[in-house]
């Protein structure tokens, strides 16, 4: 396993490398390349663990994703980039929280008391995950024009929001003390990604792009909860990469507007409300 | 705490404040190509993905983990691709 984490970290000083690069005009592409590659070794470094043997069935959802990903990195039109960012973006949370649910479900069919810390970056890698795949899907929907792209506000929004909220913190609180509950556990997915649609919802199609950078740092950050949850490295710093250098991204496209990032958040409330 | 999660959080923190400091001055015109480029790293979520989809068995994890290996390997795949078609258009728009 030395091997292992040694490969993880080449990979994670690719990406940094490969973040840095990409900021500027001039070594760009080749950044894009060599976080590329970091990923490869991820991959790699990954698929030769011990407990990794499921290869024939692995290799068939490799394929499938490849395929799709490439084929619609292909089609998409320079103008449609930003959604098709966010759909993508969207994905990579599902397959976050979809992590957190499967381990926690492991923990759980292992029969053990599943420990409070397990089940706390369970909750937490669910919740941004959810957040992050509805909200992306909602943002390419506007952004596509499939649904309206103006802010969408309903009476007693913020209220509903908050008592959603209070309900979604109770329920967890529930599951720490007793987290041999599949059903509640269950519920909580589902309010997670009932948030991410109401995240997304109050806000306009001209400040969709900051919001698919603000989701893209989410991603990272359920990535790294994730990692959390398995204890692997690799998912906790490539997950902070993202998480911490998609908030500074988010505000730098915050600033090219001439907006803070509370206007673009909540500037409906701000003007139906009053 | 137990020393696995702590160990994380320093990880956590400090790979945070490296995400942080690695972004300085971006030109507008690189904001969607950097952004897209982050979401493909995002796409580490399929290292998590893998290894829950690792034992050879049937159960609700691991076809939990197959399909997120699915939807990883889109993220990972389709935002490289991506990303490096938006910065090649820029190229050829600058020669």
């Not at chain 1, 911490?244 to 909540?266: D, H, P, Q, W, Y």
Request: with cysteine; proline share 4%.
């Amino acid at each position: 396993t030395t091997g292992i984490e040694l490969t993880y970290l080449v990979a994670a000083a690719l990406f940094i490398v490969g973040l840095k690069q990409l900021g500027s005009p001039a070594t760009a592409r080749r950044g894009n390349i060599i976080a590329a590659v970091g990923m490869f070794f991820a991959i790699i470094a990954t698929l030769i663990n011990q407990s990794v043997i499921n290869y024939e069935m692995i290799l068939v959802g490799v394929i499938i994703g490849s395929i799709i990903g490439a084929i619609a990195a292909q089609k998409v039109a320079m103008t449609e980039m930003p959604q098709m960012v966010g759909i993508f973006n969207g994905l990579g949370g599902a397959a976050s929280a979809l992590v957190a649910v499967g381990e926690f479900w492991r923990l759980l069919d292992a029969g053990d008391k599943v420990p409070f810390d397990a089940t706390f970056v369970a909750i937490l890698g669910v919740f941004i995950g959810g957040v992050t795949l509805t909200g992306s899907l909602l943002a390419f929907a506007k952004l596509q024009g499939l649904v309206s792209g103006s802010p969408v506000t309903f009476p007693l929004q913020q209220p509903f929001n908050i008592l959603l909220f209070l309900s979604f913190i109770a329920g967890s609180v529930y599951l720490f003390i007793n987290p041999a509950n599949p059903e509640l556990f269950l519920g909580l997915v589902g309010l997670s990604l009932v948030f991410g649609v109401l995240f997304v919802l109050p806000i306009g199609g001209g400040d969709m792009p900051v919001v698919i950078s603000l989701l893209n740092s989410f991603s990272g950050l359920a990535a790294s909860a994730a990692g959390f949850i398995l204890m692997n490295n690799m998912l906790i710093v490539a997950g902070a990469l993202v998480g911490a250098s998609g908030i500074i991204l988010t505000e730098i496209m915050c600033k090219a507007m001439n907006r803070s990032l509370l206007s673009v958040l909540f500037g409906a409330f701000g003007s139906a409300g009053g | 705490m137990t020393t696995g999660l702590l160990i994380g959080l320093v990880v956590f923190v400090l790979a945070s404040f490296v995400g942080f400091e690695v972004i300085n001055k971006v030109p507008p015109t690189l904001h969607t190509p950097l952004m897209s480029g982050a979401n493909a790293i995002s796409g580490i979520a399929v290292v998590g993905a893998l290894l829950i989809a690792g034992p050879k068995e049937w159960n609700i994890t691991v076809i939990l983990g197959l399909v997120a290996v699915v939807l990883a390997t889109v993220n990972v795949v389709g935002g490289f691709l991506v990303t490096d078609r938006m910065l090649q258009m820029f190229k050829k728009k600058g020669a």
